[in-house]
């Protein structure tokens, strides 16, 4: 599995964009860059994932580099409710159980 | 709703003690996991299952046990050769293939005294 480096912590303004970037520069061709986040004491949730294209949905942006060694998720207007620990994670999509979270990051948005 | 179910929350229990875990999903997902998580570390992996009455250790499954007889219900047991139960315990479904995610339910917090 190739491994994912984060910064620990990060904080952010509410109303304005989050990047939170991740490093994987040893990712291999058929592994996916995956994030999650946990709200304290809940399970975490699936935000989105991508290969090497860029990805939108209705929760986040992933933005991946041209050589796929690093990517940023983007929340475009963080909330309060956007406080969490947010996990990149890389893994290739079709092996069940190939999931392994570090200690990610912990996002504050302050008022 | 859709979704999974763990019960109970909160859960305590003497040392030398098994105790088990209920995890219950009606997502019609093939997959199911158990994780445990530590206070400010990540998930890690203790058991997964691709299919009913089928399961796959994972990198932490020594002292815990696992059985999938529905493809709703994937129950863990923490047994007393578990050295450090008292976690935070999560449970996940996905579909097998071909690029899923996996969703959580609300976790159960076992503290064994």
């Known amino acids: 599995d190739a491994k994912t480096t984060q910064p620990p912590s990060m904080d952010c303004a509410e109303g304005r964009a989050a990047n939170l970037p991740c490093n994987h520069s040893t990712i291999s061709g058929n592994e996916y860059v995956y994030w999650y986040r946990q709200i304290h004491s809940q399970g975490p949730q699936y935000i989105i994932h991508g290969l090497k294209n860029n990805e939108t949905n209705e929760m986040a942006s992933l933005i991946i580099t041209e050589d796929r060694k690093s990517s940023t998720l983007i929340l475009p207007h963080a909330t309060l409710r956007d406080t969490a620990v947010y996990y990149c994670i890389v893994r290739v999509s079709w092996v069940v159980g190939d999931m392994r979270f570090g200690a990610g990051t912990r996002l504050t948005v302050k008022p | ?113």
Request: charge should be neutral; proline fraction near 5%.
């Open chain 2, 1 to 113: 709703d859709g979704g999974i179910t763990q019960s109970p929350k909160y859960l305590f229990r003497k040392e030398g003690q098994n105790v088990t875990l209920s995890c219950e999903q009606n997502l019609n997902h093939d997959a199911m996991y158990w994780y445990r998580q530590d206070p400010g570390q990540g998930l890690r992996l203790i058991y997964y299952s691709q299919i009913v009455n089928d399961f796959q250790k994972g990198d932490i499954a020594e002292g815990y046990s696992v059985s999938r007889e529905k493809k709703e219900s994937f129950p863990l047991t923490v047994t007393s050769a578990q050295k450090n139960p008292t976690a935070f315990y999560l449970c996940a479904s996905s579909q097998s293939s071909p690029s899923y995610e996996q969703y959580f339910g609300p976790g159960t917090r076992l503290t064994v005294t």
